[in-house]
């Protein structure tokens, strides 16, 4: 593996720390474990969890487009 291909490899490393994000933002389950504040009518926890999904997709693709040289 020459130099240059090394270096993109250890950095695509920290891309892929951005998946932890939603993970972890989901599982923390005491963070989002409340009814205040509503939107729309639905309490916080259904709107934080349902806010995830679009979000979680945005950061699948950055690392994806970040990190696709690779594969």
């Known amino acids: 593996m020459n130099e240059s291909r090394r270096q993109s490899a250890v950095a695509s490393r920290w891309w892929r720390l951005l998946l932890l994000v939603p993970v972890i933002a989901v599982l923390w389950v005491p963070w989002f474990a409340r009814m205040q504040p509503t939107l729309w009518g639905f309490p ?23 990190t696709r040289h690779l594969i």
Request: proline share 4%; hydrophobic share 55%; charged share 5%.
């Open 44 to 66: 916080f926890f259904y709107w934080y969890l349902m806010a995830w999904v679009p979000g979680g997709a945005a950061c699948t693709a950055i690392v994806y487009y970040k």
